[in-house]
């Protein structure tokens, strides 16, 4: 795992050290690994995790309470899920509905900010979520009136099949919406693309948050 960290990391550096302002968070995405794999890589130095499931990472941030983690939900948000969401995690990436985002709003504990990104779904593809483009300005005028959420930036998931050349048009459209919202916002604008497979193309578009699962942890069973 040592060497698999180093690697993201070199690579990360090589990519990113041109670009001054883009400060990159690594995600390690640990769903269906175990507590003892995720306490290895945080004394390797990790700070953020993300976790696709809720029921799989309560017990899981339960036990690492000590750890000093930082807890990105990465996954499908349930309405029934909210309130444990809003406790545990301290980023959500994949907010797509006003409703989810109203009941989080209500759930978030006295005194935090839960970290929000809307997860747009640029390729039109039905098996995932996220918003269109065409709704993200409204979209996100109604998130900015639920206090206890911080809007920080959009999530991009690209469908399985997409090509390498697809992939690097998409994270192009992404940064230009991004970018879009800096212009308006004037507060920096987080961008949660890129995985194990194409986070190097990511990066190079822009990506300041990338989410790596297999490339830290190796294979999923
Ligand atoms: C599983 C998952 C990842 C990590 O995928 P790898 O290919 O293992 O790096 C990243 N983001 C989301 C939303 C995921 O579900």
Redesign the pocket.
Known sequence: MKNKIEKVLTDIDEITKNYKNQKVKLVA?S?KKPVSEILKAAKLGIKNFGE?YLQESLPKIANLRDEKIIWHF??KIQSNKCKDIAENFEWVHTLDRLKIAEKLNKYVPKGKKLNTLIQINLDHDENKGGIDKENLDDFLCELKKLENLSFRGLMI?PSVEAKENELTLLYKEAFLLADKIYLSEKNKIELSMG???DFKIALKEGSTII?????IFGERQ
Do not use: A, L
């Not at 989410?211 to 490339?215: F, Q």
């Open positions: 995405v769903k696709n990465i996954g998931m995985m194990s497979q989410r790596i699962g297999t490339g």
